[in-house]
């Protein structure tokens, strides 16, 4: 019995390391930096043309599409007190789609908050995301992201290996993974209507 749990958990993180990659060690580390680097000034970039929004107005970098959830506070059953406030930020040309740039996301549920960011590249594909949630003892979550995979995942800026996670905080890792791809979809559902 414990020969097939230990053969089942070894093959999921080998499918999750071909899915989602890996922090690479050896001579790929410096590529790793030099990634991380690059993501870190487009995100401080991004954040940057953010932060003058509002007071640039209609001369912004940005456009900003502001979802609310339950913005009257009705409370829901099971939960109680719920309110999810997204703020997603977006590039738009003539005659192209809109390209998401950054999704903010802001929870207060149960009396707990959590807070998400994710950064995308002007492909769409993601390339960051934090997560900090009072659900998990305020641990702020980093991962970064090349070509899909991640690269590095770092728990209160303490860098984590995925190979030597236990398989709840590798599932918690996923999870906050899919909740970029969730925003992504949302965003492109959102201006496919129109």
């Not at 093959?11 to 680097?37: C, I, N």
């Not at 409370?75 to 977006?90: D, I, L």
Request: aromatic share 14%; charged share 25%; hydrophobic share 35%.
């Amino acid at each position: 019995m414990h020969a097939t749990k230990l053969f089942i958990a070894t093959m999921a993180l080998s499918v999750f390391t071909l899915a989602y990659g890996q922090t690479y060690s050896g001579g790929q580390s410096q590529d790793v930096e030099k990634w991380v680097r690059e993501i870190r000034q487009e995100y401080n970039l991004v954040k940057s043309r953010i932060s003058t929004l509002e007071k640039d107005g209609y001369a912004g970098e940005l456009y900003c599409l502001h979802a609310i959830d339950n913005k009257y506070g009705k409370s829901y059953p099971a939960v109680g007190e719920y309110r999810a406030e997204t703020f997603f930020y977006y590039e738009l040309e003539a005659n192209f789609p809109p390209r998401l740039r950054m999704v903010v996301e802001t929870t207060i549920s149960a009396g707990n908050k959590a807070y998400f960011e994710a950064l995308y590249n002007e492909s769409g594909e993601v390339l960051f995301l934090f997560e900090q949630s009072s659900y998990d003892n305020n641990r702020a979550k980093r991962l970064y992201y090349s070509e899909g995979k991640i690269i590095r995942y770092s728990e209160n800026n303490v860098e984590k290996r995925l190979d030597t996670m236990l398989d709840e905080t590798l599932d918690e890792v996923i999870w906050t993974s899919r909740a970029a791809t969730a925003h992504k979809t949302r965003f492109d559902l959102f201006y496919e209507a129109e």
